[in-house]
């Protein structure tokens, strides 16, 4: 069971990251929006997929994902 200062390192993470996919989806929608007014082509709304796609790429961390996985799986044994 995780103790409190293994989830106090999380959440700064968490609340970086969170604040990444909220920048990445407010960009793609902007993107979206301007593209949209400047040509009247719903195809700019792609924009919101790509930078999501973008943002994971840059922002995100597997690593993390897999140093927890084998903690779990450390303590199964």
Do not use: Y
Not at 9 to 38: D, E, M
Not at 46 to 59: D, H, I, K, R, S
């Amino acid at each position: 069971m995780p103790d409190s200062r293994d989830q106090a390192k999380a959440s700064p993470a968490l609340r970086r990251r969170l604040f990444w996919l909220l920048a990445c989806t407010a960009l793609g929608l902007g993107i979206g929006l301007i593209g949209h007014a400047l040509t009247s082509s719903p195809k700019w709304f792609l924009a919101l997929p790509a930078t999501l796609a973008a943002g994971w790429l840059f922002f995100a961390n597997p690593e993390q994902c897999l140093a927890a996985r084998r903690e779990e799986d450390a303590h199964a044994e």
